[in-house]
């Protein structure tokens, strides 16, 4: 699952590599999404780019809420859902039946810009932080999904998938990884004339395994230390450990 990201990118960079303008209504700065590690259940706000503001850079709170609840109660809502991982991702094999997802697969389906993220690896019964990303260090889409709570918050979940290539060998034993969109059909993610069969389509579409690396990284990654900081992402070198 993906619980632990980055997106080192300054707000024109997102606006840059993706076309969209920001929302301005929300005075959105040039570093307000750029972090280097964020751990999802800190429920911070990512960027993304909503099926009804398609050329626009949004803010949502990561972890997705039932549209009947009120954003402004989201403290309390987490603390009670953090046993489910508190909205942060979902299974994309559920999205047509789940209460929640199946609200917003149709029509409120969204793009989240990161430019890595971490999963362990496991070897020999010790976890081992992996960071994965593109060779060259540029920006990717997510596959997710958005609501829009009673009070109006934006809230956003991550898509996920059963591993494949790469992801396999890193993310060894939940064999999960976020759905990542090739550029060529993140358009497509937003578009409202989908049927279940071309959603399906582009959920199973793989990524181009070509274009990432994963390597190891320090364990100050799992401890409750400032993690926020451009050296998570350097490699780390583990002993025995082959990856």
């Not at 209460?99 to 697969?105: D, G, K």
């Not at 829009?148 to 991550?158: E, F, N, V, W």
């Amino acid at each position: 699952m993906c619980f632990h990201a980055s997106q080192t990118k300054k707000t024109s960079q997102l606006e840059d590599r993706f076309k969209v303008i920001r929302d301005d209504s929300n005075s959105i700065g040039e570093d307000d999404f750029t972090f280097y590690h964020s751990n999802g259940f800190e429920h911070r706000e990512l960027a993304i780019i909503t099926q009804q503001a398609s050329d626009v850079l949004e803010s949502a709170t990561w972890g997705i809420m039932p549209n009947n609840e009120l954003g402004s109660n989201k403290k309390e809502y987490y603390k009670n859902s953090v046993k489910w991982g508190a909205g942060l991702n979902a299974r994309s094999e559920k999205v047509f039946d789940h209460f929640i997802y199946s609200n917003s697969i149709y029509e409120q389906r969204c793009i989240i810009p990161f430019d890595g993220f971490f999963e362990p690896h496991d070897f020999e019964g010790n976890k081992y932080p992996c960071y994965v990303h593109r060779k060259d260090k540029d920006s990717f889409g997510l596959a997710g999904l958005y609501s829009i709570t009673k009070d109006g918050y934006l809230t956003t979940t991550i898509l996920t998938r059963p591993a494949e290539d790469l992801m396999v060998k890193v993310h060894n034993n939940k064999l999960r990884q976020p759905i990542i969109l090739n550029t060529s059909i993140e358009n497509n993610w937003l578009n409202y004339d989908l049927n279940d069969d071309q959603i399906k389509e582009l959920i199973n579409t793989s990524y181009n395994q070509k274009e990432l690396e994963a390597y190891t990284v320090s364990k100050d990654l799992f401890k409750r230390v400032d993690t926020n900081n451009n050296t998570i992402i350097n490699h780390v070198i583990f002993g025995d450990l082959k990856f």
